[in-house]
């Protein structure tokens, strides 16, 4: 049987009902037929989270998320995903609080990026994830090394995601932006990029990149499938 998967969403809705269409259509996917996700979904109020990565509130919005992935442990989920690349800035908090595992995004984006033999990747990402370090050490310890833009296209990719993406609107000319800044990156030695916030798969994909792109709400859930269907060992 396969294991339920827990969902922790909201940050924002928009990203986690992506991950819900992906995680369905990977199981079908793989099971075929009328196969789909065993899986619980609870999500928090992206307003109340924003606020605090705005004020610098990490600490809190640990407890508020671990609090939360209990309550899907309780539901009766056998791993938990936390469904947002920058709150993953406090998911020590969140693993430390569950009895099940916990799917580290940035761990199946950097084997993935590994496995494909590239050492040096670009960002886009939020702020936060950019350029505070908890997705660059993390990535560092699998072998690659992350580059992000520079400013004012730091500003420029975070402003589209929490004015645009996380609000369901998608625009022409950011994509457009967007492509020019993957450029970029490409051009100072990047021979991959990520797209690290989980909003972004909305605008952009490997049409609109000239080196592989690494979409981590996709792999994040592709990795998630496949432990729910490993065989239990007894």
């Known amino acids: ?24 259509e990977e199981t079908r996917r793989r099971l075929g037929g009328h196969h789909c996700a065993r899986s619980v979904l609870l999500t928090v109020d992206f307003a109340e989270i924003e606020a605090m990565q705005r004020a610098g509130e990490w600490h809190e919005a640990g407890r508020l998320l671990a609090e939360a992935a209990t309550t899907l442990e309780r539901a009766g989920a056998d791993m938990v995903l936390l469904c947002t690349n920058t709150m993953h800035r406090v998911a020590d908090a969140i693993e430390a609080a569950i009895g099940v595992p916990f799917v580290h995004l940035v761990d199946a984006t950097a084997r993935r990026v590994a496995a494909a033999g590239l050492t040096t990747v670009g960002l886009l990402a939020t702020r936060f994830t950019m350029e505070m370090d908890f997705y660059r050490s993390r990535m560092r310890r699998h072998g690659v090394e992350v580059v992000v833009p520079e400013e004012p296209d730091r500003t420029l990719v975070h402003d589209v995601i929490y004015q645009e993406l996380t609000r369901n609107r998608i625009e022409s000319s950011s994509r457009e932006e967007y492509r020019r800044v993957i450029a970029g990156l490409a051009g100072r030695g990047a021979q991959g990029v990520i797209l690290g916030c989980t909003e972004i798969t909305l605008l952009v994909g490997q049409e609109d990149s000239p080196v592989p792109v690494f979409d981590s709400t996709r792999i994040h859930v592709e990795t998630a499938v496949e432990l729910a269907l490993r065989p239990v060992r007894s």
């Open 1 to 24: 049987m396969m294991r339920t998967i827990g969902l922790l969403g909201g940050m924002s809705w928009e990203s986690s009902a992506e991950y819900y269409r992906l995680l369905n």
